[in-house]
């Protein structure tokens, strides 16, 4: 019985250990091609939040807005990164995590960019202030929050409890 508990908890470490050397690579190689590519996502981003902007009749400049998007596209790549380190998830549904995911955190990002935009031409504080708990938000908790949403709980776990 003590053994079989030792050998639970070394598979354990063991699984954490890889779960965070694999999101250590993927961080790695996400953010790499992001540095290649991202200029694509900004301006799509950015492109979103212009239609939602022309509503209220405002114009979106998109040298600003490629400046503040740059600081917010960076939560797919967290995303990504834990979905693809999580382990005991079949690819099926770690590609359909990915896909809805990433859906959400660029609406997120166009949300985001347009209050910003709608700020700046209001210079309402009511909307500063809930720009700041967006951005905090989409950029700290949302990730987290989709990867778990998305991805079945149990497989976070590196190991099962018993039953007995």
């Known amino acids: 019985m003590e053994n079989e508990n030792v050998k639970r908890a070394f598979e354990g470490t063991r699984g954490v250990l890889l779960f965070f ?5 993927a961080s790695i190689v996400l953010y790499l ?3 290649k590519l991202g200029v694509y996502y900004t301006k799509l981003v950015a ?14 400049v ?10 917010i596209s960076l939560n797919p790549v967290v995303f990504l990164s834990l979905v693809i380190a999580t382990g005991n998830v079949t690819l099926v549904t770690k590609l359909r995590a990915a896909l809805w995911g990433f ?14 935009f709608l700020y700046g031409y209001t210079r309402s504080e009511t909307l ?16 987290l929050l989709l990867w778990f949403i998305l991805l079945p709980i149990r497989s976070l776990l590196p190991f099962r409890s018993s039953s007995t």
Not at 128 to 143: C, M, S, V
């Open 103 to 116: 859906v959400i955190l660029t609406a997120g990002n166009v949300v985001t960019i347009f209050l910003l």
């Open 62 to 71: 998109m040298e600003r807005a490629l400046k503040v998007t740059e600081d």
């Open 128 to 143: 500063g202030t809930g720009i700041d708990w967006l951005n905090l938000t989409t950029n700290f908790f949302l990730p």
């Open 47 to 60: 492109y979103g939040a212009k239609p939602l902007l022309a509503i209220f009749k405002y114009r979106l």
């Open 21 to 25: 050397l694999r999101f250590v690579i």
């Open 33 to 35: 091609i992001y540095t």
